[in-house]
């Protein structure tokens, strides 16, 4: 172990920042010859600000037994560590199975069981027990107490195991305790969820309106090839529906032309009406452009009004998916519609 190295290390163990800041870029996720990080002594050492350093850069490291900081940090009984650590390695274990609540409980941190416990009571080790059955093996009452409290999945089948391990094991008293409770424990329980852990995140209520799609979904849904399969999943926000919606309203002007004695609508003349079909089919219209370069134009202009509308809602790689197609797609069809205006002129 060099010198740098050593002194890395032991200031990742004393707790000083200023040091570890200093050098993170070039002596962060190296181990020493137990392959011991700096997180891993931060942690075991209770030095918070070490860890908060460390952490996005060696949560995923563990030493040679397989122990990461988390279980360092609860055979330590460091209970502030663990709750920095505990969402990126809760799902770390040992060769055996061995998980970080299954060493708290052998070492007897009532605290740092009850705090892990909602997260990894479930879990069972090679041998196929869980936490419950290594508090029974240690002999700790206090801690079987706290595991049957906290524990979210044992139900009554569990503990009538483990009293007969507690007997087997010759641990009369937690044997006593566990028969005792039978049958307060329910013989089931619902799946957990992970709103209470989350409470972010919301579920819709059950008297919820259901929420319709609208025009320009139900259109593009139906729509065939590269644009319909990327516009399958899309959400088109409501703003940009009621803009679309605004914009068609202007383009159709009421007017009462004179000498008419009924309600008229005077519409835009040679409206062209398109079909696209994004597939081998050509694309369609009801009218005859008097010039290539106009049918062109047109048809760039009215393809960047479709692409526009959905630009943004979408993400940077349909984006650029789109831009692609709307070009390639524009130049295609500009190149069909001008051949067959070329043709019928000619004739």
């Excluded at 700790?140 to 569990?158: C, G, H």
């Excluded at 009218?287 to 809602?313: I, K, N």
Aim: glycine share 4%; hydrophobic share 40%; proline share 3%.
């Amino acid at each position: 172990m060099t010198d740098d190295l050593e002194a890395w290390l032991t200031a990742c163990q004393l707790g000083d920042l200023q040091f570890v800041r200093d050098n993170i870029a070039k002596c962060k996720a190296k181990v020493n010859s137990l392959s011991e990080s700096g997180l891993m002594l931060a942690a075991y050492f209770n030095q918070l600000d070490i860890v908060k350093a460390l952490l996005y850069f060696e949560y995923t490291l563990g030493n040679s037994d397989g122990y990461t900081a988390l279980m360092y940090a609860a055979c330590a009984n460091n209970l502030k560590v663990c709750e920095l650590l505990i969402e990126r390695e809760c799902c770390y274990v040992l060769r055996d199975g061995t998980t970080a609540l299954m060493l708290a409980v052998q070492c007897g941190h009532l605290q740092i069981v009850e705090f892990l416990c909602p997260y990894m009571d479930f879990m069972k080790d090679n041998n196929n027990e869980t936490a419950l059955f290594h508090a029974i093996r240690a002999g700790r009452l206090v801690v079987v107490k706290k595991l049957i409290e906290k524990s979210q999945s044992v139900v009554a089948d569990d503990v009538r195991a483990a009293a007969a391990y507690a007997q087997k094991q010759n641990q009369q008293t937690i044997h006593l305790f566990l028969k005792g409770i039978e049958n307060a424990v329910p013989e089931t329980r619902p799946v957990p969820s992970i709103t209470p852990r989350h409470p972010k995140i919301m579920r819709p209520a059950a008297s919820a309106p259901v929420v319709k799609r609208t025009k320009i979904e139900e259109y593009f849904a139906k729509k065939a090839g590269v644009l319909g399969q990327l516009t399958q999943g899309l959400q088109v926000p409501q703003s940009i529906v009621k803009r679309a919606a605004s914009k068609s309203a202007t383009r159709t002007v009421s007017k009462k032309p004179e000498g008419c004695t009924t309600n008229c609508t005077e519409e835009v003349q040679h409206a062209p009406q398109v079909s696209l079909e994004h597939n081998s089919k050509d694309i369609t219209t009801n009218t005859s452009p008097s010039s290539s370069g106009e049918a062109q134009g047109w048809l760039q202009r009215s393809w960047g009004a479709t692409v526009s509308m959905f630009y943004r809602g979408l993400s940077k790689t349909r984006r650029a998916l789109l831009r692609v197609f709307s070009r390639r797609a524009a130049e295609t069809a500009a190149t069909a519609i001008s051949s067959s205006v070329s043709n019928t002129l000619s004739v």
